[in-house]
């Protein structure tokens, strides 16, 4: 299973960097299957506001149409703020990030595409983080 995190699904509605919203639509059409983590659905909600195209209503209608395409929604429980804070302090994480990746490896999630989460790729037990940007 793989997911892509939110740097990922704003890039593909970004025009600004065509590089980047190249490689994020790329991933977005071949990188399968594709898991949605819920945090990554609503930190797109909250950032892609900020694009200067998209409206609210056009936000909600990518999330929809991203939707289509993922197996599986990884929704958060309260047991994975144990796992984060361990997570945070063993691999120097942020909070978010930190729980990002304990709901990855909860949901199964082998292969996380990010740009925040440090160098071009490295492994946390179970999970690989890759920066498709570097």
């Known amino acids: 299973m793989n997911a892509l995190d939110t740097n990922i699904l704003v890039y593909a509605h970004d025009s600004r960097d065509p590089r ?13 299957p594709l898991a949605l983590p819920w945090q990554v659905g609503c ?29 599986v929604i990884l929704i958060p429980e309260a047991g994975l703020w144990s796992q984060c804070r361990g997570l945070e302090q063993k691999y120097v994480l942020s909070f978010w990030d930190a729980l990002l990746v304990g709901a990855c490896l909860k949901g199964g999630v082998q292969t996380l595409y990010s740009e925040d989460l440090g160098v071009a790729s490295r492994t946390i037990p179970g999970l690989a983080l890759i920066n498709p940007f570097a």
């Open 20 to 32: 980047k919203q190249t490689i994020a639509l790329q991933l977005i059409k071949t990188v399968r």
């Open 43 to 71: 930190e797109f909600l909250a950032a892609s506001r900020k694009l200067q195209a998209m409206t609210r209503d056009d936000a909600w209608d990518a999330l929809d149409d991203f939707r289509q395409l993922v197996q």
